[in-house]
Every structure is written in structure tokens, then in C-alpha cells.
């Protein structure tokens, strides 16, 4: 073949050769399909045509096989030819030796055929060209580099040309290379191994898979014998990240040092260049217009060659716009520093955080807009002033006229130290109503709204400006992070106030530039006021909170301060609830459940219990949603108390709501749309506890589930209760009432900066080995841990009262306070009221209407001279006895019949329904009280207590000359009968606490407790 022909000519060969005539002279039978032909494919056995030929595209394509391609294939495969003796096919059917037309190939074109390179000279210079245009050819070739090219934004259709881009591909210059066996192969492979275009390692080229940026050199510049030289090679790979092998670079240099400048013939034209950290960015910015810029060889990759450009060029001004991270700021202070010592002004475009101008230019959607914010938002760098000890200190900012500011517009002027540039604060002003005014001239700009916007991404605003000269003025609504939007506004204010575009653009970024230093403002003082709970305490409320903490007469203290506030008995409930509350600084806090019938007071007791608790420590809510608290916040809940109204209305959230009180935290995966893609991606949400429960119910069946893990509070339905409530009804309407309205805001303040003072310290209790518990249901498990965190719950409420100690472990160090035999005792009197209704077989109030129908039956047995178990009775009686609502009493009714306690006689037909009493309360098997062990004695707990084999010792302490503190053992009836022997080995004595008693609330008579006229601790 005479002549090398090159790709424009092929292209323009293959063009001019149609393959529906080259089939058809082949004797191939074809048929119209479309706008295609269908014909047998040649190279695989088929009875029905599945090879595709396009008339319009001159391709063919084999939907058997998969084979397909241009003309040129066709003919190379069907009559067997090699490539030189194909192309000379071509021609002649192309009736032409030659051709020269050139046609510029489509991104959709095949692979570039085989070209070969050849060694021209001694330097390598003239290999080198040759490698760029092959790799150019190959560039143009390839739709995936192109494809890539467009997804980065680099679609400008001069810019591969221009710069004379290429790719290396999966093989790279491999494909150009004679036969590594061959002379000349082995030749030319040594000359590119010693440039490094081809790895001496494993003899592959080394930009394999990247698009190549060749360096050259230009005249007129710094070193005019660089002209027309090939410098240096950048390599970027393509593929994606987890593609890349691990540890291999994604950016590729050749071994040669790092010369020249990119794109050198930009410093001729214009005296302020935009310098970028990599060469992908610099092209970005060419793409938008921007074409006075250059780019470094990396972070530290601001060589000399660069300096002497801008010096021989006569640049005045340098942008900096690498990447906004902190390599990119330090990158940004050591350019600034050369550039100063050369008398050249540096400034800092500033992206947004974490951005480089690449990815910031694809984020905005526009980005010449983009591109035209962040330079006019740009700030002066001053240079480091070098002091007489050598050390640097930031050059004082010195003030910098509007007319050598960088494209006429004014900027701010900030110190440039070790760390990022800062930014100077924008004059303007808040007015009362929160509107933003900003003067400039004759202008005020007025913006509204700005305030509403709580997400970083978001600034929607209403922008006035008014020109006060002429009383012109042009307002509307927008975002002002929205390129499009915001050009619009600009181009509509400069028209209708007749003035320069550039002007009103320059006021307008000075405008976003102060919205976001008021928006930052905001944020902080949010964020600060968040930390420290947005609540200020002065000296006299912390010294009343702490003598409250102090009081020895605490939990006395909190029964009465809840009286005052208007709460009518309940003692053991508030003081329970109260102790509950406290929890949530444990690390696994209590939860509580209230149970009543409805207009009971399950409400009063709750809102009551959560006044005293600070309001940024509680959530309250009347429902929730079964997906609501996965999506709350992952700290939202830590550590606060999380009230509901009604259970009923967290029925569907109950699954959400187990596995908080359980496992302390919440996760859940949920599918959402990416913001940079638009495609689904799932997400993973956390929510953290740990978090103090407290709901209220007027269900007499609740979900077991729920059950077990909270403690239930039954309210006082009692005739007597109701009676005391009417009457502090009433007094609320007298003059003493209003009164103790006033103390009720005091005590409630009181107590909310009293628990704003407790800590979350650890408990530690020392007596916990010695506890006891019913162990005859599995589900005492979690009953005995709600056990013991009351006494946790004591303690930590005591604190103030407690020695903290601190132990370290493994370099952490842990403070901790003690438990004593006093809040051992305060939670056992507690125990017995509520964990003993827990561990019922029967909710509370059925068991007090067994109660009431016991007594009720004895009563009628009395009058009617029988026996109680003679006694015949029907709902109208109970209902008569107790005052109960009829549907009360079905269900109550229904469920002791169901459990044998009741017996039913009659009901069928024209019988009256009628029960009989199967219980006679008299054995004991129903006792509810937990088998605990009982404090005697002072219940004071010094650090001279003798104790002794693991227990404390019940003996007199006779050298102290008090008596040390005694656990006496308390256990029900139904406790296991081995727990009396266990504690005889201890030379403890085991006795029976009230087995005859019930779970209805009233003072009951227990074994001896430590004296105290109310439910309060005797505490030391």
C-alpha cells in the first residue's frame, strides 16, 4: 500500500463504500426490515436471518454471534483479507487510490485501526508526539473515554482538539507497537520505557486506562527553547473507584520532572489568571468560559516554571481555586507566599466546603453562573510577614482599592496565616421585624424570609432592592442558591433600575455572602444554646436547688412539694414516678406505665410527675406513628423522658418502642433518593438511647410485651380519693387557692433546677449480692432489674448526699457513688406497692374488686346468718356495693369468672345471672409481695460499717457504739421455701410480711422500717 493513510481519509473510505451493495455482490440474499436489511449471518450456521445491516450508519450487527462492525470488518472476515490487502479493497471499490476527504469520527465510530509507531530521533521528542496523536486517535475513538468526558462536564467541542486530549485505553500504545519479537519492536519499547510512557516492570504502558492531558511547551514565554516540546503526560484514570486496584494512583505523571504550564498562550492575554490545583478543574473552568486559566501539578505542585510564566507574562493577579479542604488551603498559603515574593496579588476562590471546582461546577447545574459567584466572592491573601525570630506571622490586612480589585469588583481584604483564609463580615443591619438591609450607593437592598431557611443547601428569600435616587425598584422571590434564578433576578433589578448588569450581579453576591454570615450566626447561637440546654440559672436558684438536693428529708420534701402543687394523695405513685423520672440519667432507665379508668386522674398524675422535670428533658406527644420514632434524630431521645398521653395512641410505634426500652437504640434501613443522582439508595437511620418512658392507659388488658418492662401505677379510685379531690377542687376557687397557684410555679421551678443539677453518675451498690428476689416466673427477670434500678434511682437522687469516688480502668476513669441500706429501704416500701401489683396474676383493679366483693359477701353472710361460700349474689349487688359503672363491672366480672374466682349460677332464659365467692382471701396464695430483704435499724450506712462475710452484720457494732444496719429477710409465701434456709447460713432471719394484704394503695402494716412520718429515707 502506497502512502500511510490517515484516520480522516479511512473514515471518508468507509463512507463512500455502501456494505448493502458489498453483501449484495456477495450474493447474500437480503430483506427490507425497517429501515435495515436482515440477511443469514456469514460467520455462524442459522436458518432464520438474525444479522442486522443499517444503510444509514453503513454497519452491520449479528444478534447470534454478536459479531458486527463497518464495512471494512465485513469485508476483512468474509473474504479473508489482511488489513493492508482490506484497505486496498476498499479503494477499489471505492473507485479511488486514494482518498482525502476528511470527516471528523462520531463518538460512536469503531476502534482507531493498528497504526505503527516508528523511532524518529535521538531525544524522543518526535516518539513523543507521536504517542499524544496516537493517543488522541484512539480518544476520538473511544465513545467510553468521551462518555466520561461528558459525565465530568468537559463536553465543550473544541476542547479535545484544542488541547489535544487523549486516552490511553485497556492496552495503550501496545496496539502501535511492531512485534515485541521483531528488531524494530524491542527498539522502540526500550526508547518508551526510557521516557516512561511504557513500564520497565511489566513492559505495559503506564497511562493504561487513562485519559491522557499532554503538557507542551509555547513561545513567548519563560523558556522560548521549550517551544513545541512535549513536557510532560498527566494521566487520570477513568474507571471507577472500586475498580482502581488498591494503592494504585489515580492521578499518573511521567518519571521525568514536572515541566512547563498548561495552556501558557492564556497568560498573553489578560494580566489575572485562575490557577486550579488539577488539570480536570482548569478544564472545567475552560469549559465555562473561563479560558485565562492554568493549572498546578497537584497540592504542592506550583513549580518554577509556573512563577517565571506569570512573571514573563506581566500577570498582576492569580486566583487560587484549588480545593476547598485543608490540603487545599495549605496549598493555597505556600502560592500565596511565592506569589507575594514575586509582587503578584494572590487571591482564595472559595467553593463551598469539601468541593474542588470539578464537582462544585457539576453541583450547581450552571456552571458559568457558578463559576461567576465564586470569583466575585473571592478574598484577598496577604502574605506571611517572616519575623526577626523566623517565625511567620500573618501580615496585617491592608486596605485594597475597588479599582485593583480583580474584574473591577470590590472584595474583601482578610490575614492569611497557617490557617484558611477567613472572611470579612458584610456591613449590614437587622431591622426589629428581622428584615436584612444592605446599602451600596444609592441602592438598599432589603431581603425577608432568610430566617426560615434551615438547611445549608436552601436560601429562599424575598429580595427587594430600591434605588432611593430615582425611586426605582425590582422585587421578587427566589433561592438565591439557584444559578438560574438568581441571573434572572439580576438581569430583571439592572433593567428595571437602569444599571450596569455587572453592578447589580456584584451587589447581589455581597447580599449572599451576608445572608450566609447572618445564617452561620444563627446556627452557632442555636447550636450553643442547644448545648447548654437554653437554660440559665442564677447563683440563688442553684444554691435553692442544691439545699433541696441536701435536704435529709428529700423524698419527705418531694410528696409534700407535690401536695402543695395541688395533687391530692397518690404518695407512693408520685414519689415512684418521680424516682422513674430520675432514671433517665442511668444508663438503663426505668419506664412507667399509668392504669386507671378514664377521669380517674391517670393524667393529673403524670402531668404532675413531668412539671417538675425540665422542659428540654422531655418529649410529650399525644400519638405516634409506628415509623416516627426511627426518624427523630440520633440524640433526640439520650437520655430525656419520652411521654405519651394514651397508650392507645402508640399502638402502632409499641414494636419501635420495646426494642428502645430494651436495647437502648433504634435502626432501621429505608430506601431514599440520592440528591447528586436522583437514584434510590437505602439509608440507614439511628436513633439512641437510652430514654425514660412514661405512659398512661385506661385498657385493662395491655400488650404483655409493653407490660413487663414498665412499672404500672394504679390511681386511687376510691369513694374516699374521689371525696378528697372535690374538695381540693373547691379550695382551688378560694383565695388560698390562687395562692397556691403562686407557690406551684416556685416549686415547680425549684425542682426543675434541682434535676437540671443532678449528673449521670454510676451507682454502684454494695449490698446487691445479698438482695433477694421471687424467682418462682420466668418473668421476674425483668421485674428483679426494676427492682434493682429503683435503688439505683434512690441513690442517684442522693447524690448530693453521697461521697463520689472514681475509679480508673484501662486509662478511663469512672465516677460512682454508693448505694446505702436507706435506699434499699425507700425502694422496697416502693417495691411492695407497685412491682407487688405487677407480679398479680390479675390487673389492679380486678384485684380490688375482689377485695370489695369479699367484703361485700361477708357482709351479706352476716345478715343472711350463712356462710360466705352460701352467699348468691348478682351484678346489680356489686354494683350497689361499689358504685362501679356497670361496663367496669362486666369486664372485671367476666375476667374472674374466667380465672375461677367467681362461680356463675343461672343465665339462661327467664333466669337471673347470679355468682358465688370461690375466694376466701384467707391462705395467702394470692399475696403479691415480693420476696425482698427488709432494712432494719437507723439505715445509716457509714464508712465505718462493719461488714462482714458478704453481708452486713445485724449484730450491735460495739466498738462504734451504734447498732451497724441489719437486713432482715421479707419474702411472700409463694416464695421458694429454700430462701429462709440461705439466709439462716448468713445468720439472717427470715419473717412474713403482711401475707394478708392486697395491692389496693392504702398504709399497710409491714415489719419495721426506718422511722419516718411519710415515705421518706432516713438518709445520713
Not at 427490507?32 to 436482515?38: D, E, M, S, T, W
Not at 469520527?105 to 524522543?124: E, I, K, N
Not at 456552571?367 to 500573618?394: H, T, W
Request: aromatic content about 4%; proline content about 4%.
Amino acid at each position: 500500500m502506497k502512502g500511510r493513510m490517515t484516520p480522516e481519509e479511512l473514515e471518508q473510505l468507509k463512507c463512500d463504500v455502501s456494505l448493502v451493495m458489498v453483501a449484495q455482490s456477495q450474493g447474500h440474499k437480503l430483506r427490507k426490515q425497517g429501515k435495515a436489511f436482515v440477511t443469514l449471518c456469514p460467520f455462524h450456521h442459522e436458518k432464520t436471518p438474525s444479522c442486522s445491516i443499517s444503510p444509514d450508519k453503513n454497519l452491520w450487527h449479528c444478534f447470534g454471534c454478536e459479531a458486527g462492525g463497518s464495512v471494512l470488518d465485513w469485508l476483512q472476515h468474509t473474504e479473508r483479507l489482511t488489513y493492508p490487502q482490506t484497505l486496498v479493497r476498499l479503494r477499489e471499490l471505492a473507485g479511488s487510490a486514494s482518498s482525502s476527504a476528511a470527516a471528523v469520527p462520531a463518538p460512536s465510530s469503531p476502534p482507531v485501526a493498528r497504526q505503527t509507531l516508528t523511532d524518529l530521533d535521538d531525544d524522543g521528542q518526535a516518539l513523543l508526539h507521536q504517542v499524544t496523536g496516537w493517543y488522541h486517535q484512539n480518544l476520538l475513538n473511544s465513545p467510553d473515554a468521551l462518555a466520561w468526558l461528558e459525565k465530568r462536564g468537559l463536553n465543550h467541542p473544541e476542547l479535545v482538539s484544542h488541547f489535544k486530549l487523549g486516552f490511553a485505553g485497556a492496552h495503550g500504545v501496545a496496539g502501535a507497537l511492531p512485534s515485541p519479537h521483531s528488531k524494530e519492536g524491542k527498539s522502540l519499547r526500550a526508547r518508551l520505557t526510557a521516557l516512561g510512557v511504557v513500564r520497565e516492570s511489566s513492559r505495559q504502558d503506564h497511562f493504561r486506562g487513562c485519559l491522557i492531558v499532554p503538557v507542551s511547551g509555547w513561545s513567548e514565554g519563560y523558556d522560548p527553547a521549550a517551544r513545541g516540546r512535549v513536557l510532560q503526560l498527566y494521566g487520570r484514570r477513568t474507571m471507577a473507584d472500586h475498580q482502581i486496584k488498591k494503592g494504585s494512583a489515580k492521578h499518573l505523571y511521567l518519571p521525568s520532572p514536572l515541566a512547563g504550564v498548561w495552556n501558557e498562550q492564556a497568560l498573553t492575554s489578560c494580566d489575572e489568571v485562575i490557577l486550579c490545583e488539577a488539570l480536570i478543574d482548569a478544564m472545567t473552568f475552560w469549559c465555562a468560559g473561563y479560558h485565562n486559566v492554568i493549572a498546578a501539578y497537584g497540592v504542592n505542585g506550583f513549580t518554577a516554571d509556573h512563577l517565571a510564566a506569570l512573571q514573563s507574562h506581566g500577570v498582576k493577579r492569580v486566583m487560587i481555586a484549588f480545593d476547598r479542604d485543608e490540603a487545599g488551603d495549605r496549598g493555597a498559603e505556600a502560592v500565596a507566599a511565592e506569589l507575594a515574593g514575586a509582587g503578584i496579588e494572590a487571591w482564595r476562590v472559595r467553593f463551598p466546603a469539601g468541593l474542588d471546582a470539578n464537582a462544585y461546577a457539576l453541583k450547581s447545574g450552571s456552571p458559568e453562573s457558578a463559576f461567576a459567584l465564586a470569583l466575585e466572592q473571592a478574598v484577598r491573601m496577604a502574605a506571611p510577614v517572616i519575623s526577626d525570630s523566623g517565625s511567620g506571622v500573618a501580615a496585617e490586612a491592608v486596605p485594597v482599592s475597588g479599582e485593583n480589585l480583580p474584574s473591577s469588583a470590590a472584595r474583601p481584604v482578610v490575614q492569611t496565616a497557617n490557617v484558611a483564609p477567613a472572611t470579612v463580615a458584610i456591613a449590614c443591619e437587622i431591622t426589629p421585624s428581622g428584615e436584612l438591609l444592605l446599602r451600596s450607593g444609592p441602592r438598599v437592598w432589603r431581603v425577608r424570609g432568610w430566617q426560615k431557611n434551615t438547611l445549608a443547601e436552601v436560601m429562599k428569600v424575598n429580595v427587594q432592592v430600591l434605588d432611593e435616587s430615582t425611586g426605582a425598584f425590582h422585587v421578587d422571590s427566589f433561592d438565591m442558591y439557584h444559578a438560574k434564578q438568581r441571573q434572572a433576578y439580576i438581569s430583571c433589578a439592572a433593567n428595571e433600575l437602569g444599571c450596569d448588569i455587572a453592578v447589580i450581579k456584584r451587589e447581589a453576591g455581597r447580599v449572599l455572602l451576608a445572608l450566609e454570615q447572618q445564617q452561620d450566626e444563627q446556627r452557632r447561637t442555636a447550636e450553643t444554646e442547644q448545648a447548654s440546654g437554653a437554660v440559665t440559672v442564677s447563683c440563688d436558684e442553684e444554691a435553692e436547688a442544691l439545699a433541696l438536693l441536701k435536704s435529709p428529708l428529700l423524698t419527705e420534701r418531694i410528696v409534700s412539694d407535690l401536695a402543695s402543687c395541688g395533687v391530692v394523695g397518690e404518695s407512693a405513685n408520685l414519689l415512684t414516678g418521680y424516682l422513674a423520672a430520675t432514671s433517665r440519667k442511668l444508663d438503663k432507665p426505668l419506664a412507667v406505665l399509668i392504669q386507671s379508668s378514664s377521669a380517674a386522674g391517670k393524667s393529673s398524675l403524670m402531668d404532675a410527675v413531668l412539671s417538675l422535670i425540665p422542659e428540654e428533658e422531655r418529649i410529650q406527644y399525644s400519638a405516634m406513628t409506628g415509623q416516627s420514632l426511627y426518624y427523630l434524630g440520633e440524640t433526640s431521645l439520650q437520655h430525656k423522658i419520652l411521654a405519651i398521653a394514651e397508650e392507645e395512641g402508640v399502638r402502632q410505634a409499641a414494636y419501635a418502642l420495646k426494642l428502645l426500652q430494651s436495647d437502648g437504640e433504634l435502626k432501621i434501613a429505608s430506601t431514599g433518593k440520592d440528591e447528586s443522582s436522583g437514584d434510590l439508595v437505602t439509608r440507614e437511620y439511628s436513633v439512641q438511647g437510652p430514654v425514660m418512658l412514661m405512659l398512661t392507659t385506661t385498657a385493662s388488658d395491655v400488650d404483655e410485651e409493653l407490660l413487663n418492662r414498665c412499672l404500672v401505677l394504679t390511681v386511687n379510685e376510691s369513694q374516699a380519693q374521689t371525696e378528697a379531690i372535690h374538695a381540693a377542687q373547691r379550695k382551688s376557687q378560694t383565695l388560698a387557692g390562687l395562692l397556691a397557684q403562686s407557690e406551684k410555679s416556685h416549686l415547680t421551678k425549684l425542682h426543675q433546677n434541682a434535676q437540671r443539677l443532678l449528673r449521670p453518675l454510676k451507682v454502684v451498690n454494695p449490698y446487691a449480692e445479698q438482695l433477694t428476689f421471687l424467682s418462682d416466673k420466668t418473668r421476674t427477670r425483668r421485674d428483679h432489674m426494676k427492682y434493682l434500678t429503683l435503688i439505683q434511682s434512690v441513690a442517684l437522687l442522693h447524690q448530693y448526699q453521697r461521697e463520689v469516688k472514681r475509679a480508673e480502668h484501662r486509662g478511663a476513669v469512672m465516677e460512682y457513688i454508693g448505694v446505702q441500706p436507706s435506699d434499699i429501704a425507700l425502694a422496697n416500701r416502693l417495691a411492695h406497692e407497685v412491682l407487688g401489683r405487677t407480679l398479680d396474676e390479675m390487673p389492679p383493679q380486678t384485684r380490688k374488686l375482689l377485695v370489695l366483693i369479699q367484703a361485700m359477701v361477708k357482709e351479706m353472710a352476716t345478715a343472711q346468718n350463712c356462710q360466705p361460700c352460701e352467699v348468691r349474689f348478682t351484678r346489680r349487688d356489686i354494683r350497689a356495693w361499689t358504685n362501679w359503672s356497670d361496663s367496669q363491672l362486666k369486664n372485671h366480672c367476666m375476667r374472674l369468672t374466667e380465672m375461677e374466682y367467681l362461680l356463675l349460677h343461672g343465665g339462661s332464659r327467664g333466669h337471673l345471672l347470679r355468682y358465688e365467692l370461690l375466694w376466701d382471701g384467707g391462705n395467702g396464695d394470692e399475696n403479691h409481695l415480693c420476696g425482698l430483704l427488709n432494712v432494719t435499724g437507723n439505715g445509716e450506712n457509714s464508712e465505718g460499717s462493719e461488714r462482714k462475710s458478704g453481708h452486713i452484720n445485724s449484730k450491735s457494732d460495739v466498738g462504734a457504739g451504734r447498732s451497724a444496719p441489719g437486713l432482715v429477710q421479707v419474702r411472700a409465701e409463694s416464695a421458694p421455701q429454700n430462701m429462709a434456709s440461705e439466709q439462716a447460713e448468713h445468720g439472717l432471719s427470715a419473717t412474713q410480711v403482711c401475707p394478708e394484704q392486697n395491692a389496693v394503695i392504702r398504709e399497710k402494716k409491714k415489719t419495721p422500717l426506718p422511722p419516718s412520718p411519710s415515705l421518706s429515707e432516713s438518709s445520713s
